[in-house]
């Protein structure tokens, strides 16, 4: 498809906006209307399981003995063309959301979160076995919900299972990482899936590198002009990663201007946030791997030895702020910094990885906004350019909270992870804007 260059600001005019409002209105009405109906539709369905096991416990049949449940769930499922198994996976699903998540459940009867929201508070709570620690955890979550994405919702759902948890993430790590292994799933039309069950800084540095590597290929065969290589991103980072297990190296797709191969150079970056206790030893609190989450200590502290493919950031123990940056440059250092404070996009919802955002001015440079941290913040281009030409406004706090407010004259808040957990490699900058609106 043919793509046309076009940037310009529009704005909206009374009466439009008075129509998209009473749009947004009604899909935010919609939205509580359905959140309310997933939570009868969990009532229910934890009520027929309740039937099922009172039936069995009438017959003084054995706990495995669960046909009344069977049996019940199969009803439901020709009522609602589902299969029987989903519908008993429901029923689980529903009494662990009632019973052990009820403040969770109060706020999606509210219509004040989504089923996906709830979703990711269970799941990532569910390893919490002790009530206290769970209610712990259950309020922290739904204290900082508003105006959370799912996706969002559950990387600070994922955090604050690891605060709460009273098992060390080394205890469970020994374990989990006992279990790693690699194996091969098939798929229809001559396809197949390479798994692999490893550590995760390991899967995320591997990641990385991919990446790298299919961006170096990708703008080198756009520079040349003449290449016909039309693959896009995910199909040369899926060759690059097959070309590496068979052959050790990545493959002279892309030879630099000496002939050699300016692959060879790519590496991989991940960064941690590590807990000054930690990185010295008198503690073992998690630290946290980009686009992840929590890690062991053992891990952490053998990456910040010196490693070159690691980059470090150091955080205040009580304020969990950036502390130092591991740079002599200021400029480095400023944009580690940014990186590292907003982990992603910072327009609501998004989630899309740092380095693959520009950091932009949130007050125009030619407008005068100075190139400070208090003036910047990372947006995917998409959003980027949603800001400059879609009738979007943000303003830049001190903290580095950013209000947005829409073109029909919503305002939320987008506020930065209070612990610094991230940056990416320097080596991989986002493309040059062509001027060309992104696919969103």
């Not at 979007?392 to 829409?406: K, M, P, R, Y």
Request: glycine share 8%; net charge negative; proline share 6%.
């Amino acid at each position: 498809m043919t793509r046309t260059s076009f940037a310009e600001r529009w704005d909206l005019d009374p009466a439009r906006r008075e129509v998209l409002s009473t749009i947004v209105d009604g899909l935010a009405s919609a939205e509580r209307v359905i959140a309310n109906a997933e939570a009868a539709k969990a009532m229910l369905l934890k009520a027929a399981q309740d039937n099922g096991l009172e039936i069995l416990a009438e017959m003084g049949a054995p706990s495995g003995w669960i046909l009344p449940v069977r049996a019940i769930a199969a009803d439901i499922a020709v009522a609602t063309n589902a299969s029987d198994r989903t519908i008993r996976g429901r029923m689980d699903d529903a009494a662990v959301l009632i019973e052990q998540f009820p403040a969770t459940f109060t706020a999606l009867v509210d219509g004040r979160l989504s089923r996906g929201h709830a979703t990711a508070v269970t799941e990532e709570g569910l390893r919490l076995t002790d009530p206290d620690a769970r209610g712990r955890y259950e309020q922290l979550v739904l204290e900082r919900a508003a105006g959370q994405s799912p996706g969002r919702l559950r990387a600070i759902a994922k955090a604050v299972a690891e605060e709460c948890d009273p098992t060390t993430i080394a205890e469970r790590h020994e374990v989990a990482f006992a279990r790693r292994k690699s194996w091969v799933e098939a798929r229809e039309d001559g396809m197949g899936v390479f798994c692999l069950l490893t550590g995760a800084t390991e899967a995320r540095a591997m990641q990385n590198r991919a990446t790298s590597l299919a961006i170096t290929i990708h703008r080198a065969n756009r520079a040349d002009g003449a290449s016909e290589d039309e693959r896009t991103l995910d199909q040369i980072r899926a060759d690059v990663v097959a070309d590496v297990m068979l052959t050790g190296i990545p493959s002279a797709h892309v030879a630099d201007e000496s002939g050699g191969n300016a692959l060879a150079a790519i590496h991989a970056t991940v960064q941690i946030t590590i807990p000054a206790a930690t990185l010295t030893g008198i503690g073992d609190d998690a630290a946290f791997l980009a686009g992840h989450g929590p890690i062991d200590p053992d891990t952490a502290r053998r990456l910040a030895g010196g490693a070159t493919l690691w980059s470090r950031l150091f955080t205040d123990p009580d304020t969990g702020c950036l502390r130092t940056v591991d740079s002599y440059v200021p400029t480095a250092a400023q944009k580690r910094f940014l990186r590292a404070r907003d982990e992603h996009c910072r327009f609501p919802g998004c989630r899309r990885p740092v380095m693959r955002c520009d950091l932009d001015h949130t007050v125009a440079h030619s407008a005068g906004g100075p190139t400070a941290v208090t003036n910047l913040a990372a947006l995917c281009r998409a959003h980027h350019l949603l800001k400059h030409y879609g009738n979007w406004t943000a303003h830049h706090g001190a903290d580095g909270t950013i209000t947005w407010c829409s073109p029909t004259g919503r305002t939320m808040q987008d506020v930065p992870a209070p612990v610094v957990r991230f940056i990416p490699s320097d080596d991989v900058d986002p493309p040059p804007w062509d001027g060309d609106p992104p696919d969103f």
